[in-house]
């Protein structure tokens, strides 16, 4: 039992001591098994019950003095936690001066045998109570602390509490007046000196005193590093020495305190600015603690014995070098650094590269990975999250070359070359997957600053290329390396290739991905090196690749390769494996071949090519994606692989093939016609049902980019082509995929709509392409438009109804797609490729022929819609995205009549009650096709001139008579946020519809007012969007706060007498409030700005009659608190101070209710 610490004025009675075995009874019945989740409400209630009793806190240090059941002393500091956070303001003070002096003897007493998380809440009690009441009340409470430090015997209870200080000091919660925060913080900085001086001391005590007793340390295969790079980094024989003084061995009470003034000096560097209060004593005492993170040695020597004591005392030694390069890192993230610290900075540097030539160095007991392997251990840090010592070093390597490495390169006496070199080992010899990836970004963020560099000096571009070009052909050598079995195999082989992470890529494609991006920026810096490096490789796989063919024999049920031994199974599928990757790195590499460097890297890129195009043929010509393998299940994938990547690293040139065809095709167009009919005979097989989809799509996709970036004249005139026209348009053909189908229709429309380059005008043959176009459509929308013939006769709307259905059933089988969603996804590809020409010649060309043959189909969709919208909306989805595509597209060549009737379609079909069905249940197929539809009236409203301008009242009654009402006060944001957004295009593009603007009143602004049309229109689309504010919604608030800052910014919003007469203070008051209930915690800076932006239309107004009118409508709060609250928000009109007002005034007013909820009843306030 502990002993009771007596206050004077407390008195043992028997009261207490039965209220302390009754609690006791109750939290151990509370944390029982058997106790049901009923009983422990009773007893929940009845424990808060007995907290909210003046006086509690009596009992509660009674309790805290007189027990050793933890649950019982951990609910006591609950109550005392509460009664300082939540009440304090109305504790008598005769009872804070009480609490004041008991609870610290209490800790001063007991620390040494309370629980350590016990310990940690007291601790944090008593700080709590110093953020209330120091200095003022409580005076001594950061003497108490320092003093606590300075004394042996209880310096580790004062580092505790210093910790627990910064925590809840330097960065309070709300539950502080903005002025109470900046009291606070500017006291702390004041001690900031003392503090720093103190925690230096303690641990260059401990590490002098523990170096004399290792003054002879015993022979070590780490000794004697201080090499000549050592020496280049340092500058200085004599920092050298001291950086390698044996690591001396520390008792446990020694760690214990040295760990603690570690965290100690992270928190604090985590917000105090950069000073020389951080001197260079501190920082080379902080630099020895790190050697503890990467000495092996010191961690053999823990572990000798086996016991489990000495493997703690290794994981303490671990976690001393993870605190260390904590605070290192804390002031590596600070981007803000004063001239005179950064001396300081580049020591800081110096000693932490000394650090990693030291991991990095091989010698006879380690290899630099079995040394990572061991510092990659993880340890626990007192409570946080368990790290290991090279995850805290490559943090500050990334810190290193994100922030400093632009102010430190300057510097002649850091070897900038000799960073790379040692990064170069610590990279590739990195234990995991995860710590590789997080090198390869510091490199890619090296080589961002290095391209970026070159650009900004074109001048000495050479010399500074010449300084890394060693170190960059060696990182991109490495990197190809890492990614082929060939070299690598063990470790990608543990490569998950079939889980999808956040991102939908496998841990393999993530690992290949970030690889190639390396690849391609030292591309970008060193293309000769690169090409030369890369294409030897690739080259080598190939062969394998394209010598597979004479193993292809002939057996009773195909083609079957006669490669069966597991050896050369094995090495066909990592040489397969490989030529994929490499195939992806060359295609990454298409982009650095063409513009301005077109002709100097010509040749390299048509020996790319031309393997390519060889390659692609082959695969198509022999089917070895068909071929019977003795390994199925692992061959088979990778042939088909291979031959995707192929094909996708063809179609990555297809702009280098543009620029060939546009530049020097005449005086070599054998050679460019041989390139792209070759691809084509490449790709046509695989224009297939039969073909696996990946292939397949490949295919596809090599087909669209050819038709439409390179389209040479002759195109159409290749029998492949000639066959996919064929295959494509012959009904009894069986279909494509539906993704495939629509690239392939995509592509063969491209080769008839867009036109030839390098021919004019005259040349372009449009009649005939023109109407081969029109055929092309009208076949493959044959069976669509029959449905028109059924669709005339009213009687006979029931068998129109039975033939969507007939046509919707496939083989037997119900599929939802085929083939009328099919055939709106083809013309909807066709009208968005056509009518997003870069040249607007061509755009115009392509409506017109669109508006000849796509107006029956208009007219067969518009008379389908209704009958499928009762039918599946799964295809009314399909058909209000074609129309959608048809508006974006096509809107104008439609007409006003024809737009007209689609509209009246539209209207007539979404009324009140098919649009409730619709939207009330969420996320569904319903809920899209509104959104579909109010996306189609978005394209309306937004068309300049006249010719929609009618539409406007119908679409405005629409959404607030029909649509809003239905998902006003619904919590889901299903339909919302497009709605939202169709109110905002009404606005921004009709702005005259609700405000006649003249020449003379815009020439004499001020004189007169803009006259007001619509005005009820207007002001409900307002409240409209002030009522999607007081939702929880935070993207919608988002979205609508945009809108309303955008219409201002174009349309002056807030300063429209109607806005600013009866709506804008409404508004300001919502955003104010919004603040103030921490909904949209989030948006704090959006919401300031735009508070700004409205209070500054009048700012006078604002600060006479709004500030007043809503301080005296907060409840919560007294009077007196209101004046404070109004004095304190000055009357600045600059956004930095207001936006700062505003959160010092929510801020304030958060707290002064929390103070006055606190009080007991009956409080007199003066």
């Known amino acids: 039992m502990i002993n009771l610490v007596r206050c004077p004025s407390e008195e043992h009675t028997a009261s207490e001591e039965a209220s302390l075995r009754a609690l006791e009874s109750l939290m151990t019945e509370f944390f029982h098994n058997c ?36 649950y019982v002393m951990m609910y006591s500091l609950t109550v005392f936690e509460n009664l300082i956070n939540k009440m304090w303001l109305g504790v008598p ?24 998380f016990i310990r940690n809440k007291l601790c944090k009690v008593i700080v709590d109570i110093g953020r209330q009441d120091w200095p003022m009340f409580y005076h001594d409470f950061f003497t108490n602390i320092l003093q606590l430090i300075q004394s042996p015997v209880t310096t580790p209870l004062g580092l505790i509490m210093l910790k627990t200080t910064s925590e809840e000091l330097a960065c309070p919660r709300e539950d502080l007046s903005v002025a109470r925060k900046e009291e606070l913080r500017k006291l702390l900085l004041d001690q900031v000196q003392t503090v720093l001086g103190l925690l230096t001391g303690i641990l260059e005590s401990i590490w002098d005193k523990h170096s004399v007793t290792a003054a002879t340390p015993p022979p070590s295969p780490t000794s004697g590093e201080s090499g000549d790079l050592l020496s280049s980094l340092l500058q200085s024989p004599s920092a050298a020495k001291l950086l390698n003084q044996p690591i001396p061995i520390l008792d446990t009470e020694s760690e214990y305190i040295c760990s603690l003034a570690l965290e100690c000096l992270a928190h604090l560097f985590s917000w105090i600015p950069l000073s020389t209060s951080i001197t260079p004593s501190l920082l080379t005492t902080i630099f020895h603690f790190a050697r503890f993170g990467c000495d092996t040695r010191v961690r053999k020597m823990c572990s000798v014995n086996g016991s489990s004591q000495n493997s703690v005392l290794g994981q303490e030694r671990g976690r001393l070098g993870v605190l260390a390069m904590s605070c290192i890192n804390e002031l590596m993230s600070k981007n803000c650094v004063p001239m005179e610290f950064e001396e300081y900075l580049l020591r800081m540097f110096q000693q932490t590269f000394y650090l990693l030539q030291k991991i990095t160095k091989e010698n006879n007991a380690h290899t630099v990975k079995s040394r990572l392997e061991e510092l990659d251990e993880r340890v626990l840090c007192w ?46 010899h990195q234990p995991t997957h995860e710590g590789y990836f997080s090198c390869l970004d510091i490199w890619t ?31 991109l050598t490495e990197v190809l390396n890492r990614i082929q079995f060939r070299y690598n195999q063990a470790q990608l082989e543990e490569l998950d290739d079939e889980t999808l992470d956040d991102d939908q890529q496998t841990e393999w494609q993530r690992y290949l991905r970030q690889s190639l991006e390396v690849v391609a920026k030292v591309m970008e810096l060193l293309p000769t ?33 006669n490669i069966t031994a597991e050896n050369d199974c094995r090495r066909l599928h990592c040489s397969l494996r490989d030529l994929s990757s490499l195939l992806q790195a060359v295609g990454r590499l298409a982009e650095y071949f063409i513009g301005d460097v077109f002709a100097a890297r010509f040749n390299d890129a048509l020996t790319v ?19 019977e393998t003795a390994v199925p299940s692992v061959l088979k994938p990778d042939l088909i692989d291979v031959h995707a990547q192929s094909l996708a690293a063809l179609q990555a040139y297809a702009h280098w093939l543009a620029q060939f065809y546009s530049e020097v095709h005449r005086q070599n167009p054998e050679q460019f016609i041989s390139l792209v009919s070759t691809a084509l005979e490449a790709i046509t097989p695989l224009i297939s049902s039969k073909v696996q989809e990946k292939l397949l799509l490949s295919a596809c996709h090599l087909l669209v980019s050819l038709a439409t970036t390179v389209r040479p004249v002759f195109l159409i005139s290749i029998p492949a082509v000639q066959k996919v026209f064929n295959r494509i348009t012959d009904t009894s053909a069986q279909r494509l995929p539906d993704k495939a189908q629509v690239l392939v229709c995509r592509a063969l429309s491209n080769v008839l709509l867009l036109p030839w380059p390098n021919l004019p005008e005259s040349e372009q043959q449009w009649a005939v392409r023109s109407t081969n176009h029109a055929s092309l459509i009208s076949a493959l929308t044959r069976e669509y438009r029959q449905l028109k013939s059924n669709a005339i006769l009213p009687q006979r709307k029931v068998q129109l109804e039975d033939k969507i259905l007939l046509l919707w059933v496939c083989k037997g089988h119900f599929h939802p797609r085929l083939p009328v969603s099919s055939s709106i996804k083809v013309l909807s590809s066709s009208v968005v490729q056509g009518s997003q ?3 607007p010649s061509d755009t115009q ?27 599946r909306a799964d295809v009314t989805d399909e058909m209000l995205s074609f129309f959608l595509t048809l508006f974006q597209g096509l809107r104008v060549q439609m007409g006003v009549p024809f737009t007209e009737q689609i509209i009246q379609t539209f209207l007539n079909m979404f009324t009140r009650e098919q649009l409730a069905e619709s939207i009330l249940h969420e996320g569904s197929t319903g809920c899209r096709v509104v959104e579909k539809f109010l996306k189609i009236l978005q394209v309306v409203v937004q068309e300049p001139g006249q010719v929609f301008k009618p539409f406007l009242p119908s679409v405005i009654s629409l959404c607030m008579e029909q649509v809003y009402p239905i998902i006003a006060e619904r919590s889901s944001p299903d339909v919302k946020a497009e709605l939202f957004e169709l109110l905002f295009r009404v606005l921004h593009h009709n702005w005259r519809y609700f405000f006649k603007s003249s020449v003379l009143a815009s020439v004499q602004r001020g004189v007169a007012e803009e006259q007001m049309e619509n005005e009820a229109q207007f002001s409900a689309i307002m409240q409209a969007f002030g009522q999607s504010f007081l939702q929880p919604d935070i993207h919608l608030f988002k979205q609508n706060l945009f809108y309303l800052e955008t219409l201002n910014t174009k349309q002056k919003l807030y300063h429209k007498k109607i806005f600013r007469t009866t709506m804008l203070f409404q508004f300001v008051n919502v955003l104010l409030q919004v603040l103030v209930h921490k909904s949209h915690d989030l948006l704090q800076e959006e919401i300031g700005i735009a508070t700004y932006n409205m209070a500054s239309v009048d700012f006078d107004g604002f600060y006479s009659a709004f500030l007043p009118e809503f301080l005296a409508s907060c409840d919560g709060v007294d009077s007196n608190q209101k004046n404070v609250l109004g004095r304190n928000f000055k009357m600045d009109r600059d956004l930095p101070s207001f936006t700062q007002n505003v959160h010092r005034l929510v801020n304030d007013l958060r707290y002064y209710r929390l103070c006055n909820d606190s009080l007991p009843p009956g409080t007199v306030k003066l």
């Open 383 to 428: 409570g946080r999250q368990a790290e290991s010592y090279i995850e805290k070093f490559t943090d500050f390597l990334r810190l290193f070359v994100s922030v400093h490495l632009r102010r430190i390169e300057s510097y002649s006496q850091f070897p900038v070359v000799e960073f790379l070199a040692l990064l170069f080992k610590y990279t590739f």
């Open 529 to 561: 090196h690169a090409f030369s490096t890369l294409f030897p490789v690739l080259q080598d796989n190939l062969e394998v690749y394209l010598g597979l063919q004479q193993f292809v024999v002939t057996s009773g049920t195909g083609h079957r390769l």
């Open 609 to 627: 090519v031309e393997r390519l195009v060889k390659v692609t043929l082959y695969g198509s010509q022999i089917k070895l994606y068909n071929i």
């Open 35 to 70: 106790t049901t989740n009923e009983r422990k409400r009773e007893i929940e209630e009845l424990l808060n019950n007995f907290a909210q009793q003046i006086g509690a806190w009596r009992f509660c240090l009674y309790f805290l003095s007189s027990t050793r059941n933890d």
């Open 845 to 871: 060309r392509f409506r017109r022929y669109c508006r000849k043959y796509l107006w029956r189909i208009y007219q067969v969709s518009t008379d389908l819609l209704s009958v499928a919208a009762r039918i």
């Open 445 to 475: 963020l090296f080589l961002d600053y290095l391209t970026s560099k070159i650009k900004s000096r074109l001048a000495d571009k050479e010399a500074v290329l010449n300084r890394y070009e060693d170190a960059l052909v060696l990182l």
């Open 837 to 839: 020409s870069d040249h």
């Open 93 to 116: 003070s005769q009872d804070k001066m009480e609490i004041r002096s008991c609870l610290p003897k209490l800790l001063l007493a007991h620390h040494k045998t309370l629980p350590y």
